[in-house]
């Protein structure tokens, strides 16, 4: 089983920036197809950004030219830097992966969330 943590939530003003990571662990997997998605009080969760193993990403449209998704596939590590942070940015923010273990593709293997606070 692949364990995701994410990290680097926090309170920042509008305007401001963090970077969220997200590090997978376990045994003999290999990652897949990477995102983060974010849910806001009385929301669905949403797709914010993802990225393939070989570096594709794609990209809310609510998020384009502010977030940046990128990933570091030797620390098994996905990253976002969030830029020009607004209030309707605020949500619980969490990693998502697809990936194989044993031979087994594997989808939807989450983080616990990291919350994110834009204040106005």
């Known amino acids: 089983q692949v364990q995701l943590v994410e990290s680097g939530g926090g309170l920042v003003q509008a305007g401001g920036s963090l970077r969220l990571s997200c590090e997978a662990s376990?045994?003999?997997?290999?990652?897949?197809?990477m995102g983060w998605y974010r849910q806001a009080p009385g929301k669905q969760r949403e797709l914010v950004a993802d990225?393939?193993?070989?570096?594709?990403?794609n990209y809310a449209d609510s998020v384009k030219g502010r977030f940046t998704i990128s990933r570091d596939n030797a620390k098994n590590t996905m990253y976002l830097q969030m830029n020009s942070l607004k209030p309707a940015d605020t949500a619980v923010y969490y990693c998502?992966?697809?990936?194989?273990?044993?031979?087994?593709?594997?989808?939807?293997?989450w983080g616990q969330g990291t919350q994110v606070t834009v204040s106005s």
């Open positions: 376990g045994n003999k997997f290999s990652l897949n197809t």
């Open positions: 990225i393939t193993t070989g570096g594709r990403t």
């Open positions: 998502n992966a697809d990936y194989i273990i044993w031979g087994v593709v594997y989808h939807n293997a």
